[in-house]
């Protein structure tokens, strides 16, 4: 599903990010990228999302390469994917049921079931009480939630999130890393970086742990 | 195909919720496109109307031969029959210096001090009605006529509506004029417009793309927005011309009855008020696309 091969990324001041990595994900796996602030998080997720292209190497997601895609077919790519990103991106002039709305709107699709799927997402994570509310007036986990909720709306087969427990407390992040569970459980490809080995505990979760841009 | 209609209404609502989300800044844009645009299109209807006016009382040009005074009534049968017989002439009506006389009396309401004249000072006249309209034509034909013995002054009665439609030409050109500034004005305030909204939007612009928003997608509702914004602007100037001729067309009736005739301005026709309405929906459409054009890529960098 997700394939690095000997992948590079070097960015503008000359500073190398990811250093000959390579590794595969297969469909309906949950794979966690570890590692120090700076080791190359989140710039391994903006790759696999063509936000970042690698300077050598491919990234192959659903067997396109994504770092050779043009830019008219890579908003394509990533209405397959959902995406929580580490500073939310979420939209402070409009309501939570609005932010949820936007992956659909963009998408085009269908007006009459568009706020049933809102609905049904806001529900999985636990906010459904709060679609009238603004992101501002919710807490950190709520927001973190509406993250979720914004990148799970249009049912994508892939989930990245980029530290989604960050700057929660360990309660609040256990009930993040349960709803992502429950993702996994259906079937859902998720790739989730964190820098907190305490939600890691749990044994039996693949890791990919990086180190200064590499692959330990 | 519903489905695609409903989202561009979608679209739609949205853009106008923004465009009136401080109601008094978005009515002041679309007054300022409305006045604007008002300048040129109100130039344009009266010009057109000047125009009418001249076709009017142009429309069938003559020449008055006066004669000289010491004309005899054979002096005059001879001339009459000579006109007659021009091929260039249509219609010769003669209108003896009596009758001039009379006429004079009745339609100036001047009658006693005519009547303290002691003698008629009005010659006898030949009205020549031309079968050519062209103004070559009639000036040659004037010429021609003024060479007749006892003819004493050949007149061409529409030679003011000649030098009229000269000065409406002048006034075409300086509408053309006038108009390609204010629709450049117009292009300039909507570009403007645009650039703000992308600024203030980029949040919404970027977290779209990241989430898969084609360009298309993020283009469409600015250019919604500009289209509209400049309808609205078309409509606003419609209705200032058209109140400002109502307006006018009160004291002019006034004015027209002291001449003893009816003008009245008429509106902007049917066909004139929709091209005024599309070539504003135009221009906004273009000031937006050039706007986006130019600042989306540079504001939000595409990746
Ligand atoms: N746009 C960028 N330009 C230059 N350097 C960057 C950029 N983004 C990240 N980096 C650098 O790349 C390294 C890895 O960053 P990142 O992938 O964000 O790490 P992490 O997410 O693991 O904290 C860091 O040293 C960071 O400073
Ligand atoms: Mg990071």
Redesign the pocket.
Known sequence: MISFNQVNKR???G?E??KNVSFDIAEGEMVFVS????????????LVAGI?RPNSGSVLVNNQNVGALKGAALPYLRRNLGIIF?DHKLLFDRSVFDNVLLPLQICGFDHRENAKRVRAALDKVGLLKREKANPIALSGGEQQRLCIARAIVNRPSILLA??PTGNLDTEYAHEIMDIFRSFHQVGVTLLI?T?DESVLQDGAVRRLA?KQ?ELQ | MIHAFARHLGILRAVLRRMFASRVGGLLNILVIGIALSLPAGMYVLLKNAQGLVEQLSGTPQISLFLALNAQESDIAELHGRLEANEAIANVEFISRDRALEQLKQSTGLADVIGSLEKNPLPDAFIVSPKQAEPQALDALRDELARLPRVEQAQLDSAWAYKLEALLRFGRLAVLILASLLSLALIAVTFNTIRLQILTQRDEIEVSRLIGATDGFIRRPFLYFGALQGLFGGIAAWLIVSASLLLLNRPLGELSQLYASQFVLQPLSPGDSLSLLLFSLYLGWLGAWLSVARHLSRIIPAN
């Open positions: 960015y503008p001041g500073y990010a990811l590692g120090h602030s700076g080791a190359g998080k989140s710039t391994l997720l903006k970042e580490q980029d530290e970086s820098h990086l841009g």
